[in-house]
């Protein structure tokens, strides 16, 4: 009797044990890929034991093959691909990785997929023929809509904060509030040169305002610049969005406002600021 009873109770014990594990909490880690100094572009791999969802694209061929390879290296299994927002340069290279991880699907919230299929095709026929097709992916990604207002990864939830205006007319992030993370597409830029060609500078600092109501954020991983950054660099944001618009609208040319901004930060993505730039004073400059 002793030695059957022995028996059950080591039985009993390791099934308790597995029934914990399979409930313990997954610390999540991410891995980043930025493209050049030019756009300092983010790509992010959240990863559990097994199991991991990559973050945006990128914009040349170049790129996004390389955030295949970093995907492959990392040994996980990608459950899913998601896009923040439908700017070109977080896309573009989407069907590059598509391609190399057949049957995982490219979401984002419908917003942004209303807007991808909207721009999607005119953006790439655009960069095709500015920066060489070869550099370029042949067609786009077939982006979907998510059904939820989360992702899981290993039982993780990281919500799906939903954005409008701002950087971007539709956007979304990630926030893990177990993880203390953000995964924040172009809601925040780490010493990179805010892209202000959307006109949108007082609602995207709201959108900043707000992520004080998620709850705590140590970790934030931008869609340009170094990662991670600490939740200082909201604030910095918000104040880089206070200070630039009005050196744009005192500037006679985009030239003169481009060296004065340049003058008072010294931050990588100078492709941003040439291009955005321009575009202000085309499109958001009042006269």
Same mark, same amino acid.
């Given at each position: ?6 028996l059950?109770a080591s039985?009993f014990s390791l099934?308790?044990?597995a029934?914990?594990g399979c ?17 300092a572009v ?8 097994q ?9 040349t061929k170049?790129?996004a093959?390389k ?5 492959k290296?990392?040994?996980?299994t990608?459950?899913?691909?998601f896009?923040t927002?439908?700017?070109?340069d977080h ?8 391609? &190399?991880?057949?049957?995982v699907?490219? %979401?984002?919230t419908?917003? @942004?997929v209303?807007? =991808? !299929?909207?721009k999607?095709? *005119?953006?790439?026929a ?18 979907t809509?998510?059904s939820d ?5 290993e039982?993780e ?5 939903k954005?409008?205006d ?8 990630l926030?893990g509030?177990?993880?203390k993370l953000?995964v ?8 990179a ?8 500078t ?7 305002k ?5 709850g705590p ?6 869609g340009?610049?170094a990662a991670?950054?600490?939740? &200082? ?5 918000? %104040?880089?969005l206070?200070? @630039?618009p009005?050196i =744009? !609208?005192a500037?006679?040319? *985009?030239a ?9 930060y010294s931050?990588t993505?100078?492709?941003?600021l040439?291009y ?6 085309s ?5």
């Amino acid at each position: 009797m002793s030695v059957r009873f022995s028996l059950l109770a080591s039985l009993f014990s390791l099934s308790l044990a597995a029934s914990a594990g399979c409930g313990a909490p997954v610390n999540l880690t991410v891995k980043s890929y930025s493209s050049d100094a030019t756009f300092a572009v983010g790509s992010y791999l959240l990863t559990g034991n097994q199991d991991a969802i990559l973050v945006d694209g990128q914009f040349t061929k170049g790129d996004a093959e390389k955030v295949v390879a970093m995907v492959k290296e990392s040994g996980k299994t990608l459950r899913a691909i998601f896009l923040t927002h439908a700017h070109p340069d977080h896309y573009l290279g989407l069907d590059v990785i598509a391609s &190399a991880f057949p049957g995982v699907p490219v %979401q984002a919230t419908p917003e @942004v997929v209303a807007e =991808f !299929q909207a721009k999607g095709p *005119a953006a790439l026929a655009s960069a095709k023929s500015n920066f060489g097709a070869a550099n370029i992916a042949e067609k786009l990604a077939t982006v979907t809509a998510v059904s939820d207002d989360k992702l899981v990864l290993e039982g993780e939830e990281l919500r799906i904060v939903k954005l409008s205006d701002g950087e971007s007319p539709s956007a979304a992030a990630l926030y893990g509030s177990r993880q203390k993370l953000l995964v924040a597409g172009d809601l925040i830029y780490n010493r990179a040169y805010l892209w202000l060609a959307e006109c949108k500078t007082d609602a995207w600092t709201q959108n900043l305002k707000n992520l004080r109501s998620l709850g705590p954020i140590e970790q934030i991983y931008p869609g340009h610049g170094a990662a991670p950054a600490t939740a &200082a660099i909201i604030d910095e944001n918000i %104040q880089y969005l206070a200070t @630039v618009p009005p050196i =744009f !609208q005192a500037a006679a040319t *985009a030239a003169d406002a481009i060296a004065q901004v340049k003058q008072k930060y010294s931050y990588t993505g100078g492709g941003l600021l040439d291009y955005s730039t321009q575009i202000y004073f085309s499109a958001c400059k009042k006269p």
